[in-house]
């Protein structure tokens, strides 16, 4: 049987136009937009196009948006000084320092210096807390874009086994936090595994819903995947391919070809999680502004 395509991109799509036209309502009432700042250090590839999706998202929906530019020889005391600036700057709703950082400024340190309350990555600790708290907090972007997606396309999650591959702070383990909490799309019973877990493919048989985050292109084969299985591909690498115009192609951890056709439900790469990252990042700065009016 053909899986269910959990299809972002439509989603996104389909989100970004309910945030329009919220905007559209405070901005008629003689409101500012809501307004998203983004730092770049440095001349990384993959961060300027994430960073350029993301300023385009807030063209979409009607956000104004600020990017700044800093050259990877911004020293970490420097970056701290913009940082404290936008925490003070009462027009910007939140912002996001987009990672990696160059090797000399530290990233905790960066992430630490920023404004709980203007954190709309939810990666300040103050966040992530309250996410694994259970407390209204900001939750960061690509956990948040997969609850979406499950929220959206009714999956269920009660009492499931749910299997979350890499412990990343940013995805793997924020993602655990939520699908075992109480939430709607949460009471899974969650196994996080990790470059050290034992048996990976009969635990990974056990389940009902795989998440796969490790950054390992097609890593998932379908022999790993029990008939049914709920299958998340957060995966995005690019792996070089002659045949596209880029010269490369992004990747996911799942193999698709096997994986799909004994799955009940599958995101494709591109075009599952991705494009629901960027939408919930819009969803984050939209909590901001509401809040700060
Ligand atoms: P990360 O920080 O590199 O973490 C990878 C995790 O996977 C680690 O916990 C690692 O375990 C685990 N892992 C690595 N090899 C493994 C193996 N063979 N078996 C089991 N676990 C293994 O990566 P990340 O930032 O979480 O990102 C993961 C992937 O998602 C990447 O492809 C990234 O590009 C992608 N991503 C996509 C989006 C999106 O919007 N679509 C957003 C964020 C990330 P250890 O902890 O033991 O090292």
Known sequence: MEPLLLDGKKLADELKLEIAAEVATYVAKGQRAPHLAAILVGNDGGSE???????????????????LRFPDTITEAELMAEITKLNNDNTIDGFIVQLPLPKTISADNVILHIDPKKDVDGFHPINVGRVALGIDAYVSATPLGITKILERYNIATEGKNCVVIGRSNIVGRPMSILMSGAGKTGNATVTVCHSKTKNLKEICLQADIIIAAL??????????????????????????????????????????????????????????VGPMTVVSLLLNTLKAYKHAF
């Open 215 to 272: 950054g390992k292109p097609e890593f998932l084969t379908g022999d790993m995947v029990k008939e049914g299985a709920v299958i998340i591909d957060v995966g995005t690498t690019r792996v070089t391919d002659a045949t596209a115009k880029a010269g490369w192609r992004l990747k996911g951890d799942v193999k698709f070809a096997e994986v799909a056709p004994k799955a009940s439900a599958i995101t494709p790469v591109p075009g599952g």
């Open 49 to 67: 196009t994430y960073v350029g999706h993301k300023v385009k998202a807030c063209e979409q929906v009607g956000f104004q948006s600020t990017m």
